[in-house]
């Protein structure tokens, strides 16, 4: 069974709508959670790092909260442009202080932003 | 931030051959590691690029496959060797500061192996 596992697997949304990504851990305890976006063809930027003790990060349009007690991440696009299309991938990363060599992947979720 | 780049972006390779994918950071970073992302999968971790030394390779992944070098803290390449067409993926270089910090990644390698 995936560590992490994502919901939606995929999603299509107009432009402008806001729109929520899931993603389930089972990691316990883990030393932070990060959201990456991934262009077709191009490779991971990160969006958000949060630690276990944090709740909520925005990076612009972009605001992910972290429920430790549920084990539960959500990642909030807000008034979507079409640029927004793109996969988005929940990363933890397990107790090893943060350890980038131990990251586990999730297998995203396929957001598509039609006009 | 760090801004990386890899070359080739894409390659169609034949059987049997080997290939080896460059990568260049724009300013000195501590750690540089090598990902594969296979079709509809999530990265995983080959190895991570150690400047000056041998790298090292997670479960799975063995140094004679996917020979590393890192000659200096802003370039590595990693070799796919005698490829077969189950290596087909994008081949991810990333870096970061530090063992807990930020990982930057590249634009990624298209491979396919007919």
């Known amino acids: 069974k995936n560590q992490v596992e994502q919901s939606p697997q995929s999603l299509i949304i107009l432009e402008g709508k806001n729109c929520t990504l899931q993603?389930?851990?089972?990691?316990?305890?883990?030393?932070?959670l990060r959201w990456y976006k991934q262009d077709t063809g191009r490779g991971p930027v990160s969006l958000t790092i949060m630690t276990f003790s944090e709740n909520t990060k925005s990076n612009g349009r972009y605001t992910a909260t972290l429920d430790a007690d549920t084990k539960q991440s959500s990642l909030h696009i807000t008034a979507s442009q079409l640029s927004d299309s793109a996969s988005y991938i929940c990363?933890?990363?397990?107790?090893?202080?943060?350890?980038?060599?131990?990251?586990?992947w999730g297998l995203g979720t396929s957001l598509a932003v039609n006009p | 931030s760090a801004v990386i780049s890899q070359k080739p972006s894409r390659d169609i390779c034949q059987r049997g051959t080997s290939l080896t994918i460059q990568c260049q950071v724009d300013s000195q970073v501590t750690m540089m590691f090598w990902y594969r992302q296979q079709p509809g999968q999530s990265l995983t971790l080959i190895a991570t690029a150690n400047q000056g030394s041998e790298a090292t390779y997670e479960s799975g992944f063995v140094i004679d496959k996917f020979p590393i070098s890192r000659p200096n803290l802003t370039f590595s390449t990693l070799t796919v060797s005698n490829m077969s067409p189950e290596d087909s993926s994008i081949y991810l270089c990333?870096?970061?500061?530090?063992?807990?910090?930020?990982?930057?990644f590249g634009p990624g390698t298209r491979l396919t192996v007919l």
């Open positions: 990333s870096a970061s500061r530090g063992l807990k910090n930020e990982q930057f």
């Open positions: 993603c389930n851990y089972t990691v316990s305890p883990f030393s932070n």
């Open positions: 990363v933890v990363s397990p107790p090893q202080t943060g350890n980038n060599r131990k990251l586990i």
